[in-house]
């Protein structure tokens, strides 16, 4: 139960920027105790307990403005930013490392028993204000944007926006693991990865993505040709190369808190 809890916190901080400390987390998301409540509710539920963890339940959308139905399933790491406004019906599933915001409603179409509630794979992202109805299925890694109404399943990677939700994009596996390739090495440099996030519109922040993945790239090049040389009884790249001041950069707010900040370069990124 504390592994899940203490995921739920970093998975706050990986993916809100305005979060600061663990202190504030645990007191001002709503989403969270939203979560940790729900599982409290499933559980009873499970159990059979049918009155006792609609009351709670009940208790929870009071306090968070938030209504999660005991029935529903989700998985780990699961984010709901701002979070008033929710609704998850009985049948929803969710999957690991889900984001929902404000206003989404995860409903249904049907008054007849068993499952008429969505189902959101690993990774999905829903925007604020986006209803999913329906016993649907949203794959892995995709994006739903705000306020679009979706009601037929959609295939991974891919964005949908509308009403009726339509596929605008859809990128390849090949592309998220590009994406990830820079996330990653955003975190080498210290660099909050929101900050250079391929979807980010920002000019600037893309700029800085591309100059990581070049820096990343001359760092590897680079040590590779130490390692040939030392091999041909030459003597080079001794001396470590200057570190960078991740506190300047995190006073600029494009660095991770200390906490986060890798304490090694990792060689498969």
Not at 70 to 93: L, N, W, Y
Request: net charge negative; aromatic share 8%; hydrophobic share 40%.
């Amino acid at each position: 139960m504390f592994n899940s809890i203490r995921d739920d916190i970093q998975s706050v901080f990986h993916r809100d920027p305005a979060a600061r400390s663990t202190w504030e987390v645990l007191t001002n998301y709503p989403g969270l105790h939203a979560i940790w409540l729900h599982r409290l509710c499933h559980r009873l539920w499970r159990k059979e307990w049918f009155w006792l963890a609609r009351t709670i339940s009940t208790f929870s959308r009071w306090l968070t403005g938030i209504e999660i139905h005991p029935g529903a399933t989700i998985g780990r790491r699961f984010f709901i930013d701002h979070g008033m406004g929710v609704v998850i019906g009985e049948t929803a599933e969710i999957g690991d490392d889900v984001t929902l915001y404000h206003g989404v409603t995860l409903g249904g179409t049907s008054w007849r028993a068993g499952k008429r509630h969505p189902t959101l794979q690993n990774n999905v992202v829903v925007g604020a204000g986006a209803k999913i109805l329906g016993p649907i299925t949203i794959s892995k890694f995709a994006k739903v944007g705000s306020n679009s109404v979706v009601v037929k399943d959609v295939p991974e990677y891919a964005t949908v926006v509308g009403i009726p939700g339509r596929v605008v994009m859809q990128k390849s596996e090949k592309d998220q693991e590009k994406n990830n390739q820079r996330d990653r090495i955003a975190r080498k440099y210290g660099f909050d990865a929101y900050a250079v996030s391929p979807d980010n519109p920002d000019p600037v922040a893309n700029a800085i993505g591309a100059m990581l993945e070049h820096v990343h790239l001359i760092d590897t090049k680079v040590e590779e040709m130490c390692k040939e040389i030392n091999k041909m009884g030459g003597s080079v790249c001794g001396d470590a190369l200057p570190s960078i001041d991740v506190d300047a950069l995190r006073e600029s707010g494009l660095a991770f808190p200390p906490e986060e900040v890798p304490d090694e370069f990792d060689p498969k990124i």
